[in-house]
């Protein structure tokens, strides 16, 4: 959930976001923005993949050693037509949008820039991307069907298709829509539905978070608390969409911002009848009875870790103050749940 007031629309960008090899463009050379280990280690990822990488741009000039040939933004833009740029938010570019903002300025239009940030972080053990690939592999190996609920972006649909069969994204947000079809478009397994689930089905106001889109939600104290504009949108049940789709998912990663209790409730047929792996988000609080609850119900079925450490998910729960006695409490956490 977003902690501020949105500020300004959310307007989306034009560019490329890659988060598997397949997403760059191997009849193009590729410039990294960005110095020092991270931008290294991209550079052996693509060239590795095929991806010619001829250089690096650095946000200070020509200042660092690096194993390819350093140049200037104005350089990269005056090779018309073929050089794209990679910015990768790491040592020497201070953050995405400035980079971005440089880029633009010296005359690199938008279709020569690509965002790898998604493609770095699935390779890079501390990420959520590189986690919730592990689960998948674990949960189901090569292939499978996979159901990303929140798809956002793309940001967790493009890693997961590099695994599953088929991936189907449910995004209900009409700001970002556009911006998910177009970064996933050139994927043929992946398919794309505009709805939200919950544990109720019909049409439900659904708050837009116009800053950063990541707060938008179907709970009405988000949207209330930030003075957020609510739009309708088609809701259902997770077991009304397997039954309408005539299939049921070998594995669920579930990210709405606060409904994942409800969604998993609008499952439980599908789940206790054919325990697809789940991920999901689990929001922490101090005598949250109803999250122990929850897992206790889920271990049932299923081994349940937290999913970017080796705890188990009930244990952890059931001795959250005295985990954090002496310390603030992170907001919420990732639970991979495996059937037994």
């Not at 201070?94 to 440089?102: C, M, Q, V, Y």
């Not at 556009?178 to 939200?196: F, V, Y």
């Not at 081994?303 to 244990?315: F, K, N, P, Q, S």
Request: overall charge negative.
């Amino acid at each position: 959930m977003s902690n501020r007031k949105p500020a300004a629309s959310y307007r989306p960008d034009s560019i490329r976001h890659a988060a598997t090899l397949e997403d760059f463009d191997p009849a193009r050379v590729h410039f990294i923005y960005g110095v020092g280990e991270p931008a290294r280690r991209l550079c052996d990822y693509l060239q590795g993949g095929g991806i010619e990488v001829v250089g690096f741009v650095a946000a200070q000039g020509r200042e660092s050693a690096m194993p390819l040939p350093m140049f200037t933004l104005e350089e990269v833009a005056a090779r018309r037509g073929n050089g794209v740029v990679a910015i990768l938010p790491a040592q020497g570019v201070t953050s995405f949008p400035e980079a971005l903002g440089r880029c633009r300025a010296a005359g690199i239009a938008d279709e020569r820039i690509v965002d790898p940030q998604w493609f770095y972080g699935s390779h890079f053990p501390e990420s959520d991307y590189w986690h919730l690939r592990r689960c998948f592999r674990q949960a189901c190996g090569p292939g499978g069907l996979a159901y990303d609920i929140g798809a956002n972006r793309g940001i967790t649909v493009l890693p997961l298709a590099s695994l599953a069969a088929r991936v189907v994204g449910f995004e209900p947000n009409p700001l970002i829509l556009p911006e998910l079809r177009r970064n996933t478009g050139h994927r043929d397994n992946i398919e794309i539905e505009t709805l939200a689930l919950s544990d109720e089905s019909g049409e439900l106001p659904f708050y837009l978070d116009e800053a950063t889109t990541g707060g938008s939600s179907l709970k009405a104290e988000y949207g209330l608390a930030y003075g957020w504009q609510a739009v309708t949108v088609r809701v259902e049940r997770l077991d009304e969409v397997c039954r309408r789709r005539g299939e049921v998912p070998d594995f669920i990663k579930i990210d709405a911002e606060g409904l994942d209790r409800k969604i998993i409730e609008g499952g439980r047929e599908t789940i206790e009848q054919h325990r697809p792996a789940l991920v999901f988000e689990l929001g922490i609080s101090r005598g949250d009875r109803q999250a122990v609850e929850l897992l206790r119900d889920l271990g049932r079925l299923y081994d349940m870790r937290i999913y970017d450490r080796d705890v188990e998910a009930l244990e952890f729960f059931e001795t959250l103050e005295a985990r954090f006695a002496e310390a603030p409490l992170p907001d919420h956490t990732n639970i991979f749940c495996l059937p037994k």
